[in-house]
């Protein structure tokens, strides 16, 4: 699988819109990208996932470069609540996740 | 809706001691995923099971093992525990009928080897 880089913190007023930036440059056509993030000690939960097109569901947006090798992962509108370690993975088919560092995103009230 | 259950949610055990963790996967998910979590770290994969089969495996330690039984169900086995076995145990499930598989994770089983 792909590796990804991401930023290991980043911080984001409430109410705002906050952007997490991955790159993957060596990803693979057929590979996804997905978005999962972890509250303290509660299990992953799965965010979002994109293959080539921009995708947008309840919880986030995903912003997909046309070369695939970065993305983008959007909050709209950042809680409290979305405090959380957010881990971009890249990976293309029904195998085991391999977790990075992640982003710890802190929402500031 | 239904989530992906784990039990036991807290366990404590000795060094050189058993454990069984067991997970049931979402209704209609048909592959099982166990991640370790050590204190201050990403979680690792361990291994995976499809329609009672390991499907894929990680850095599951020789002292462990698992399985998926009919009912789609799956019990992680540790044996010969050592304190670094304290971790949080992660099981997850997906649907695999298609890509992109996306999984959804327990809330875990916290063990503790003292």
């Known amino acids: 699988d792909a590796k990804t880089t991401q930023p290991t913190s980043m911080d984001c007023a409430e109410g705002r819109a906050a952007n997490l930036p991955c790159n993957h440059s060596?990803?693979?056509?057929?590979?996804?990208v997905y978005w999962y993030r972890q509250i303290h000690s509660q299990g992953p939960q799965y965010i979002i996932h994109g293959l080539k097109n921009n995708e947008t569901n309840e919880m986030a947006s995903l912003i997909i470069t046309e070369d695939r090798k970065s993305s983008t992962l959007i909050l709209p509108h950042a809680t409290l609540r979305d405090t959380a370690v957010y881990y971009c993975?890249?990976?293309?088919?029904?195998?085991?996740?391999?977790f990075g560092k992640g982003t710890h995103l802190i929402i500031q009230p | 809706a239904a989530g992906v259950i784990q039990s036991p949610r807290h366990l404590i055990k000795e060094k050189r001691e058993t454990a069984t963790l067991k997970c049931y996967p979402i209704?209609?998910?048909?592959?099982v995923y166990w991640y370790q979590q050590g204190p201050g770290q990403d979680p690792q994969f361990l291994i995976s099971?499809?329609?009672?089969?390991?499907?894929d495996k990680g850095s599951i330690p020789d002292r462990f093992s698992a399985q998926q039984f009919s009912d789609y169900h799956s019990e992680l086995n540790m044996s010969s525990l050592e304190l670094g076995d304290s971790a949080l145990y992660f099981c997850?499930?997906?649907?695999?009928?298609?890509?992109?598989?996306?999984?959804?994770f327990g809330p875990g089983t916290r063990l503790t080897v003292t």
């Open positions: 099971f499809y329609e009672k089969m390991q499907s």
């Open positions: 209704p209609r998910h048909d592959t």
């Open positions: 060596t990803i693979s056509g057929n590979e996804y």
């Open positions: 993975i890249v990976g293309g088919g029904a195998d085991g996740l391999t």
């Open positions: 997850a499930s997906s649907y695999t009928r298609g890509a992109p598989y996306e999984q959804y």
